[in-house]
């Protein structure tokens, strides 16, 4: 596509459930990556996938965070047990190979944990 | 949609002035940075960027410096538009596979 699309856009839910957030990259990049980026902060890393395989998963803050990347396309990041510390904007960016050529972010999810 | 940093420092510029926005970085292995600009509701919009081998890189209406020595990054905007309203954020990467985000700064214009 165009550019990077993320769905939902909004999403609302209990604590305690289970929720994924869907990233589609640019058509060709090989790289994607999620960040989480709460009110008044910058964008904090989360994982970076180079095709199918996360590269880098330093950032995911604990277990209940997991994200996959099957067929080197598409790139679901999932979240178990939702916590209320867990509301943020979630955002995913593609770049053609490597982080040091910048990247394209999507308009991002924003999660809701009531 | 709801506004990014609320609680961000904030830099007031008249239309038509020049902004400069500056930007301490944190690793001095860091060899490529760059500047996003968000507006609300929006993804990280890349704005410029320059490698550690450049101090200066010039865009359309904006310029980036660098100075390593102080490990200093600043975003000049020229001729101010209301359209450069947003948060700017400086980034950075360390040859590795991430880009890592600094604070930001909100930019409001005023009319």
């Known amino acids: 596509g165009a550019g990077v699309s993320q769905t939902p856009s909004n999403k609302v839910t209990e604590k305690g459930k289970y929720v994924e957030l869907r990233c589609d990259p640019i058509?060709?990049?090989?790289?994607l990556y999620w960040y989480r980026q709460s009110l008044g902060q910058g964008p904090e890393f989360l994982i970076y996938?180079?095709?199918?395989?996360?590269?880098?998963d330093s950032g995911l803050p604990n277990d209940r965070f997991f994200a996959v990347r099957p067929e080197g396309s598409v790139s679901t990041l999932k979240i178990q047990r939702t916590e209320r510390g867990d509301s943020a904007v979630y955002l995913c960016?593609?770049?053609?190979?490597?982080?040091?050529?910048?990247?394209?972010f999507g308009s991002g999810t924003r999660l809701t944990v009531v | 949609g709801e506004s990014v940093g609320l609680h961000l420092p904030t830099l007031s510029v008249q239309e038509g002035d020049n902004s400069i926005i500056n930007c301490a970085y944190s690793?001095?292995?860091?060899?490529?940075f760059i500047w996003y600009k968000q507006e609300s509701g929006k993804g990280p919009q890349f704005i410029i960027d320059?490698?550690?081998?450049?101090d200066k890189r010039q865009g359309q209406r904006v310029t980036v410096l660098l100075n390593k020595t102080v490990k200093h990054l600043s975003l000049q905007i020229a001729a101010t538009q209301p359209g450069d309203s947003a948060v700017y954020f400086c980034?950075?990467?360390?040859?590795?596979?991430?880009?890592?985000f600094g604070k930001g700064t909100r930019l409001h214009i005023l009319p």
């Open positions: 960016a593609s770049s053609p190979e490597r982080a040091n050529y910048g990247y394209t």
């Open positions: 058509s060709g990049h090989t790289a």
């Open positions: 996938f180079q095709g199918t395989g996360a590269a880098d």
């Open positions: 690793n001095s292995a860091s060899d490529y």
């Open positions: 320059i490698r550690s081998n450049m």
């Open positions: 980034a950075e990467n360390m040859g590795d596979d991430k880009i890592i």
